[in-house]
Each structure stands twice: as C-alpha cells, then as structure tokens.
C-alpha cells in the first residue's frame, strides 16, 4: 500500500533516466540522510539512548562507514567488471601511507606537508597509479590467474610498507600516527565529528559510484563482466574499460584505506593491511551482493556486525564463549554463509532486499 | 671456489624447500585437472589433516599406545577425516554449484576455507603442534670438496623422496587404474563423461579424497619442519605461485615449479636481498609469478589456453 508507483508518471527522458525513479525511494533516501547526519549526531550529542557511551558511535558506525567505502570500490572492480581481486588490503595500505607521507611531507623532493584533505585526496589517487599497474595483467589474463597476480600485489606491499623505511618516516617500531585532522580549520577529533566526516566522504562517493555504475562507463564494466569477447565485438574496449574499473575502484579503496588509517585508527602499522582484510572484504561484496552499491552496505554491515553478536548474545544467554571460540565461530559462520549464499542467492543481501520491494509493491494484494 | 660451496648449499635447500611447495601444489593440480575448480581450501585442508595427525598422535601417545600404532592409527583416523572433507565438500558445495563458472566456484573454496579452518581449530585446538615423524638432524657432505661441507637437512631429504614416491605413484593411479582413468576422462569433458556412463560425483568424491589424502602427505612433513600451526595456510598459499609458474594442468609442472619457486627465492634471498633490506621470501614467488603470468599465461608446461565463443 505505501510502496507503490501506480500515479507516479514519467513525462520526460530525464524524469526516466533518474537515480531514484520510485517517489517512495527518494523519499526513503532522504529520511535515512536526514537520520545519518542529523539525527545521529543529535542523538550522540545528548547522549540519548543507544548512544550512552561513544561505543556504537566509534567502534560500530564509523569502521562501517569506511569499510562500506573499501566494499564499494572492491564491488566496482570484482562486482560491475567481473575482475576478481584479493589485493584490495593492499590497495588500501597504499592509500593510507601514501597519504601519511603527503601529510607529513617529503622533504626529498621539497614538497610541504599537504593539508589532510588534499592528502587523503593524493592517497587515493597513488592507490589508483598502482592499481592500473597491477590491473594491466588482467588485459592479457583473466579469472584466477589475474587472483594471483593481485595476491602478488598484495604481498609485495605488505614487505613495502614493513621494510621501506621511507613510508614509515623512519620510524623505528614501524607504527606511524596520522597527523591532526584539520579541514579548512576545522579539527576533527571528537568521535562525532569523525562520524560526520567518514560519512559525508562515504556519501559523496558513494553517489559518484552509483552514477558512475548506472552510466556508460558502468555499462561497459557490466558489459565485459558478463562476455568479454562480446563485449569487445560490440565496440567496448576492453583496455579503457578494464583499467578505468581498476583505477575507480582502487581510488575508492585507497580512498577508504587513508580514512582508515587517519580517522578509524590513528596510529597503524602494515598489518592493518594484510590480506585477512583482503579477503573481509571480498566477503562483504559477496555476502551483500555483487555489482550493487545497496550490497556493499550490507555486506560491510553483517561482516562487522557478527563478531559483536556472537560476543553479546551468548554471555546474555548464560553461556559465555571464550574469544578464542568466537573467532573461530566467526570463521565457519562466514565461511558457510558464503557458500550458501553462492548456492542460494548469488546476489547476496542486496538481491533480498529488491525482492522484498517487488513484494511491497503488491503488497496487499499480490495478484 | 669459496664462493661456490654456499651457493650449492643455499641451491639444494632452496630445492628441497620447493619440494614442499610442490607437494601442496600437486592437490591443486589434481582438483583442478578433475573438476576445473581452483581450490583455494587445499591450504586449509593440509591444516586440518595435520591438526587430527597430530591431535590423534598426542592422544594415543598419552594413552600408552607404541609408537608405531599410535602413527598408524593416527593415520588412518587423518586419512577418515580427510575423507570426511571431502564428501562433505563434494555434497554440499561442489554439486549445487555443478556447471557455475570458475569465479563462483572458486570463491566457494573461499567459503570452504574458512569453514575448514574455523572447524579444525574448534575441534582440535588451535596451538602449535610439534610433530616428529621424520629426522630433523643435518648432514654434511662433500666435506673434502668445499670447506666446511654443504650441510642438507635429512626432513627436506625425506621430502623429496616422498615428493617422488607421490608422483609415481599418483602417475601409476591415473594411467592404470579404472578409477584414474575415470578421472581424466571427467578432466576432459564432464558431459562426455557422464554419458559413457561416469558416476561424476563419485569421481569428484574420488578427486577430493585423493586431494585430502596428498594434503596429509604435506602436512606430515611441513607439520615436522614447522609444528602443526595455523600458519601453514599462509604457506600453503604459496602454492599459487607454484602453479602459476607450473601451469594449473600439469602434475610434472607443480614439482617443477616448486623447484623453481624454492631454489629461486632463497638465491633471491641471500643475493639480492641483503641490498634491498631482506626478507623478499615474502613477496619473490608471486613476483615471478606475476612475470611468468606476463609472458606465458598458461604457465611452463600448461595446456595453452584457448579461447572459443
């Protein structure tokens, strides 16, 4: 009864063609904006419930909000253009220490220490050199073979950002800490102003990547996901298409890693990058869903929130588990929730949920 | 002359070490021969035959058992175990995905991986196992030849006898037998197979086992040089690289390419790494891999890929 577009009539192209057709949708989108930036602040400010203690805020929305951007730009490159990659870990240390070394300075070559933002900026955009790098393989390779070269990049930077001191500025434990989070003279320190931050950066790209998917170059991507062979007949070139997915996706992901490292984190160190977060979020595309954005959302949601329920529910219920148990719990629970969702529902959490709108939209009468 | 005698002894380690890749390599060759599926488990499932070998040891050790049939028993029940894995593997996530292409497919190894891994630690605990099946003690030999000797360790020399043993006798398997022959018929064309009248999940089951079993194999000997340890699936992951280099289809090429892998990232290692800070083991194989990928994706002795619409 609410979720339906009989009435809704579109008299122009661009009414058609836009990223919301449904009212109901738009409107859902702004209310959930609306809660994002101003009812979760608010709440958080006055400390009204669930937001008692900083908890959910720091340890909950903000890692959720950053890894939804790192599964977005994953779900670019493995979910619209069908390249499978287990570098993404890597993609995101580039980013964080890329950004680290422009926001600290490189006296070498002269250059100042940047402003955060133009930092974070530069992070992503020297995560996106290095993933068009690693992407030219795929032009020649494709499906598991390309999974190796991407491990390869994986591991490299792994040994990079342990051994090249230059990354660390020489730090002797091989921990850096980002530099004071100032944005046109605004510092960012309290958990809340944090929130806002990851989230106004998650909502942008966020946008961008959904225009970017539902316009030409994303029907590209899908195209060469689906039949590269055909897709190249057609006139897709897969040297522009193939490389301009790698690049996006590594952006975003670099992108994600220096929010990481700078507004989740604080200090790191190379393990922050390691392929265990590789492959966390190639789980979280595939559980919510290849080649949606909606999914990547998902995904990032579920894989954070399960460790926390099996830590809560079980002590509630009486039988407390030790954490050695629920990380090994995590383990099987995620592993066989992929396997199952391969089996079930190749298009994860994400196809669910436009199930259930096309229910709503018979909803009550489904005939 | 002086300079000679490390080389041959970081060479024969190298080799030696390498063997060890080839041995997880082979499992991966086999399952991807057979059934087309990259499986991303064959790390996981070294660890969990190595877990029950070594769990199962400790257990009948503490039990009064002899040595010799605490081993045998310890491995029969790694073998059922193993067999178990399979069947379940088979069951529940290689037949409903049956005619998905190699992307989802692998991807459910993924799966699998964690669950295998989740599942054995629970199981059998999650510590380092020390097990001690072979001599871990060194020779010297060649001592008049080189000053001070070559020093080869006798666990790496076992390994490469049971490397050839299990080649020999994986080759006798699939030339000779009923079953083998089976096997590279499914390789070949699984419909074909099928409609000569094939059972083709049997065969799978078959597959895995003979994976599993291959897995036990590698754990006995990694478990001995490094204690049974959740670690080993990370080196077990260098087995990609290994086949990379081999060529995804070929047996000959998982031992070659593990030679090459072993000897080439220990030379790397002592001769190239001191200058750029040490530690390049870490990365080495998958860079070469990477360069092999460039030049000849199907690898060194692969079947060449073919491209048909």
Known sequence: MLYRETGQFKTSYVKDMQIFPIRQDRIGIALLLAVAFVGVPLLAHFHVWPFRSEYLLRAILLPFLILSLAAIGVNILIGYCGQISLGSG?????????????????PEIGLPPLPVLASILLGGISAAIVGILFGIPSLRIKGLY??????????????????????????????????????????????????????????????????????????????????????????????????????????????AGALWAFVYLGAWEPLAFSIDRSLQLLFMVIIGGLGTILGSFLGAGFI???????????????????????????????????????????????????????????????? | MSLLGPFIEVLIGGLLAGVLYSLVALGFV??????????????????VAGLALVRSLDFLAARGAPVWAAIALGLVFAALVMAVCAFAIEKWVLRPLLNQDGLTLFMATIGATFVLEGLAQMVFGSDVYPLRLFPTDVWIVLDGVFPGGILINKLDVWGGLIAGALVGGLAIFFQKTKTGRALRAVADDHAAAQSVGIPISWIWFVVWLVAGLVALVAATVWGTKLGVQFSITFLALKALPVLIIGGFTSVPGAIVGGLIVGAGEKIAEIYLGSHIGGGIEYWFAYVLALAVLLVRPQGLFGEKIIERI
Not at chain 1, 90 to 106: E, L, N, P, R, S
Not at chain 1, 226 to 251: C, H, N, Q, T, W
Not at chain 1, 309 to 320: D, H, I, K, T
Request: charged share 15%; hydrophobic share 55%; glycine share 8%.
């Open chain 1, 146 to 255: 390309l999974a190796v070269a991407t491990l390869a990049a994986q591991f490299f930077f792994d040994w990079v950002f342990l051994r090249v001191k230059w990354f660390t500025n020489y730090a002797p434990s091989g921990s850096v800490s980002a530099p004071d989070l100032v944005f046109f003279g605004w510092l960012v320190d309290s958990p809340i102003e944090k929130y806002l931050l990851a989230l106004m950066f998650v909502t942008v790209i966020a946008l961008i990547a959904k225009n970017l998917a539902r316009g030409s170059i994303g029907r590209q991507w899908m195209a060469i996901r689906d039949m590269d062979i055909a897709a190249e007949l057609m006139g897709i070139r897969p040297f522009y298409a193939k490389l301009s997915a790698f690049a996006v996706s590594s952006f975003i992901v670099g992108i």
């Open chain 2, 30 to 47: 086999l399952i991807f021969k057979a059934s087309g599926v990259f499986n991303f488990a064959q790390g996981a499932m070294v660890l």
């Open chain 1, 90 to 106: 890597a993609f995101m240390g580039i980013g964080a220490y890329m950004a680290y070394k422009f926001g600290t300075g490189m």
């Open chain 1, 304 to 367: 954070l929130l399960v460790p926390i329920f099996l830590n809560l529910v079980p002590s509630e219920l009486g039988v407390p588990l030790s954490t050695e148990t629920i990380s090994h719990l995590e383990f099987i629970i995620f592993g066989s929730l992929i396997c199952f969702l391969l089996i079930k529902e190749p298009h994860g959490f994400a196809r669910l949920w436009s199930l259930a709108k096309e229910k709503l939209r018979l909803w009550p009468f489904p005939y």
